[in-house]
């Protein structure tokens, strides 16, 4: 695996989605029950993104959180990337946007989500992957 390794490979996928008509409350559950730190609102076309984060911040606010509509805390519009966009293009966006998570989309529709955890893995397991091949080859005789 390289940097040009498609985001298909390191995403999470199936992505965990809900409605509009979802609640803060509900959401907060749903976060919880799914071990996953984001949900992605709209299941056919991605209407927008809630965060632990958002939750934690309308718990502050001291919303009542079984009547604040999850519309009221997300984000929107959501930057994305496509299934064969690499972990490269993935860190890239994340960082001129200045989010965390990438939901992956195909065709509009949502597939997986990448997060900065996911390059964070990645990204090293990489280096040293690539530093012992490249130790091995020195070894072995094969360097240039």
């Known amino acids: 695996m390289t940097d040009e390794t498609p985001v298909s490979e390191i995403m999470t996928s199936p992505v965990v989605t809900v409605t509009q008509d979802t609640v803060v409350a509900e959401a907060a559950d749903i976060l919880a029950e799914e071990h996953v730190g984001s949900l992605v609102i709209g299941e056919d076309i991605i209407e927008g993104i809630v965060t632990e984060t958002d939750i934690v911040r309308a718990v502050g606010e001291r919303s009542d959180l079984s009547a604040t ?27 001129h946007n200045g989010v965390k998570k990438l939901p992956v989309t195909e065709g509009g529709e949502p597939v997986g989500i990448v997060t900065t955890t996911d390059l964070a893995h990645f990204f090293p397991r990489n280096r040293i992957r690539m530093a012992s091949r490249t130790e091995r080859d020195v070894r072995e005789g094969e360097f240039e």
């Open 69 to 95: 509509s999850i519309t009221e805390i997300m984000s929107d519009p959501v930057v994305t990337i496509r299934p064969h966009e690499t972990v490269r293009t993935a860190g890239e966006r994340m960082g």
